[in-house]
Each structure stands twice: as structure tokens, then as C-alpha cells.
């Protein structure tokens, strides 16, 4: 079982900036992908970035060129530095990490981004 606890949610203003932490209980050198997804007011949980074990990136074109996601291997923890935030920014973001022989997915409990003035 993988734990997951995420943090670094809040109220900003738009055009701000935030960044979110998403630490494991295992290393996530064995992990296949760690990601972000989003659900806002009255809408799917979407994509919002992922990065492979391999440590390649890809992002969903709403935030390509303001977000950015990283890892830290010695703590364990995967980032999301989200820039220029605007107000249809405003979700539950939830950390995704697949680990695994058998590629099962784990969640965090989600962590709330409000962006308004």
C-alpha cells in the first residue's frame, strides 16, 4: 500500500503562484509515474501533468508554459509549481502515483486551490 500526503493548497489572487508536494511512504524511485489531476466545481477529474519514472514530462494544454512538475528522489516527493494562476485554476488537486509490478494506481486525499481576488 502507498500512502500519499499533499500539500501547498490555498487562496491566491490571479496571476499568482502556489506549489503543491505530494510526499509517498515508498520510494519513488520504484514508482512507473507520479501525476496530477484536478476536479473542479461541477466537472471531471482531469489530467494536469504527470512525470514518468524515467523522468520525462507531459502536460495538459491549459497549463503548458505556466505549470511545472518535478521530484525530488530523496525526499520522496513530487511537485507542482503552478504559475500565472487563474481563476478557472480553482479545483481539488489530487496526486496520482502508479507503483508497481502490476501498475496499481493510488490517490491522495486532494488538496483545494481557490484562485480569486
Known amino acids: 500500500q502507498v500512502q500519499l500526503v499533499e500539500s501547498g493548497g490555498g487562496l491566491v489572487q490571479p496571476g499568482g503562484s502556489l506549489r503543491l508536494s505530494c510526499t509517498t511512504s515508498?520510494?519513488?524511485?520504484?514508482?512507473?509515474?507520479m501525476a496530477w489531476y484536478r476536479q473542479g466545481p461541477g466537472k471531471q477529474r482531469e489530467l494536469v501533468a504527470r512525470?514518468?519514472?524515467?523522468?520525462?514530462?507531459n502536460y495538459t494544454d491549459f497549463v503548458k508554459g505556466r505549470f511545472t512538475i518535478s521530484r525530488d528522489n530523496a525526499k520522496n516527493t513530487v511537485y507542482l509549481q503552478m504559475n500565472s494562476l487563474r481563476p478557472e485554476d480553482t479545483a481539488v488537486y489530487y496526486c496520482n502515483v502508479v507503483f508497481g509490478p502490476i501498475f496499481t494506481t493510488y490517490w491522495g486525499q486532494g488538496t483545494r486551490v481557490t484562485v480569486s481576488s
Open positions: 515508498v520510494s519513488i524511485e520504484g514508482i512507473n509515474s
Open positions: 512525470i514518468t519514472s524515467g523522468g520525462s514530462t
